[in-house]
């Protein structure tokens, strides 16, 4: 079957790749030659993810998903959250946005982090959501050259390594953009 995957990042290509099976073909923006930006405009994980299924669903007319992902800091009321990826500005780096949560977090007992993962799926008939969370603390500052985003802050509940140190079959298999995929696919098999 094939699936198009409604990102332009080609780390969340490969993490989603490795864990659908063989039934499954995914096809990235970069495979369809769409190098449009698709817009976030929304509050919420859903609505973003859900733009973008839609959006590339109309265009390609075909089976499309899309995840958008934030990461979620109680002491922080749960910024960065939604605006993760502009957190530190429109146009901020990994790095600049590490740093300036970073620097939010230094004076913070609460170091209580969570990533969510929600994945709309727009089929022909009608849309679905998916998702994924995983819980950890923020680190006082970046190790590890693994991952993407936000990996390298990230400790997860029970290890003692960020994201960006840990095997990635480990953050698959833990992590949110992993537990939103394996509710995807479970649904997918049924259709
Ligand atoms: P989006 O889902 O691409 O909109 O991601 C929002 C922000 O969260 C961006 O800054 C990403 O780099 C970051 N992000 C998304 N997924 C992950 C992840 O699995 N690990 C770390 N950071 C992530």
Aim: glycine share 8%.
């Amino acid at each position: 079957m094939d699936l198009i995957f409604a990102t332009h990042n080609p780390n969340k290509v490969l993490e989603v790749q490795k864990q659908l099976d063989q039934s499954f073909n995914i096809l990235a923006l970069s495979d369809l030659d769409y190098h449009t930006e698709i817009p976030e405009p929304y509050e919420t994980l859903e609505e973003n993810a859900l733009q973008k299924a839609k959006t590339i669903s109309r265009v390609f007319k075909k089976i499309c998903f899309s995840d958008d992902t934030g990461l979620f800091v109680p002491a922080l009321n749960g910024a960065p959250g939604v605006y993760s990826a502009r957190y530190a500005g429109p146009k901020a780096s990994a790095v600049e946005n590490m740093e300036k949560l970073c620097a939010a977090m230094e004076l913070k007992q609460d170091r209580r982090a969570y990533f969510k993962t929600v994945i709309a799926l727009q089929t022909l008939k009608g849309f679905h959501f998916f998702e994924g969370m995983v819980w950890g603390t923020i680190a006082r500052e970046p190790v590890g050259t693994g991952g993407f985003g936000y990996d390298p802050i990230f400790i997860p509940q029970g290890y003692d390594q960020s994201f960006a140190m840990l095997p990635q079959k480990i953050k698959q298999e833990i992590g949110h953009r992993g537990k939103a995929i394996r509710a995807l696919t479970s649904f997918l098999k049924t259709l």
